[in-house]
Antibody
Framework: QVQLVQSGAEVKKPGASVTVSCKAS????????IHWVRQAPGQGLEWMGW????????SSAQTFQGRVTMTRDTSISTVYMELTSLRSDDTAVYFC???????????WGQGTLVTVSS | QFVLTQPPSVSGAPGQRVTISCTGS?????????VHWYRQLPGTAPQLLIF???NRPSGVPDRFSGSKSGTSASLAITGLQAEDEADYYC????????????FGSGTKVTVL
């Protein structure tokens, strides 16, 4: 079945960077874009950006432009999201999810908790 | 600040019908972009519930339905069940934000 499995929880200090990975299985990796969405504790969903797993082209929300880098490794069906210059308000669960063109976003990875604390 | 506005909470007794609104603008829902709905159970990842305004993925019961009109969309849950207690989010695309996907502010559904 289609599955996205993310890397484990991270604890980082302010100013550091974090990289979260998302490994896809059960479908043709390059046939679907991958989104990154985050959710701060007790808050709603915030779209960060997406990557074309075919071309590697990316698009990110204005909020994150300059701080987020999304890449992919097609040989292992994995996408990566790096967020730099971390602040305490970057503490959140980060999700990857598969784009389904006109059919919404899904499935989602299990989420990766990133805690930013001094 | 969320581009799509939802009521923070709605509630209903088992068996009742509840609706969740999602209000946008002429740059997203009103521009003709599809609306999708997601359900998030506590401590889990969101799951697609309705896609392209009013379509259910396989496995989603027909108690869930979606609609869209003008700059707004709605999700209806009929025959409310205890397992429907969750957070619900709408999502669309906004043409004015450099081509950005946007989520609603989220609605907590409580089954009384």
């Amino acid at each position: 079945q289609v599955q996205l499995v993310q890397s484990g929880a991270e604890v980082k200090k302010p100013g550091a960077s974090v990289t979260v990975s998302c490994k896809a299985s059960g479908y043709t990796f390059t046939a679907h874009h991958i989104h990154w969405v985050r959710q701060a504790p007790g808050q709603g969903l915030e779209w960060m950006g997406w990557i074309s797993t075919d071309s590697g082209a990316t698009s990110s929300a204005q909020t994150f432009q300059g701080r987020v880098t999304m890449t992919r490794d097609t040989s292992i069906s994995t996408v990566y999201m790096e967020l730099t210059s971390l602040r305490s308000d970057d503490t959140a669960v980060y999700f990857c999810a598969r784009d389904q063109v006109d059919m919404g976003i899904g499935p989602w990875g299990q989420g990766t908790l990133v805690t930013v604390s001094s | 600040q969320f581009v799509l506005t939802q009521p923070p909470s709605v509630s209903g007794a088992p068996g009742q019908r509840v609706t969740i609104s999602c209000t946008g603008s002429t740059s997203n829902i009103g521009a003709g972009h599809d609306v999708h709905w997601y359900r998030q159970l506590p401590g889990t990842a969101p799951q697609l519930l309705i896609f392209a305004n009013n379509n259910r993925p396989s496995g989603v019961p027909d108690r869930f339905s979606g609609s869209k009109s003008g700059t707004s969309a709605s999700l209806a849950i009929t025959g409310l069940q205890a397992e429907d207690e969750a957070d619900y989010y709408c999502q669309s695309y906004d043409s004015s934000l450099s081509g950005s996907f946007v989520f609603g502010s989220g609605t907590k559904v409580t089954v009384l």
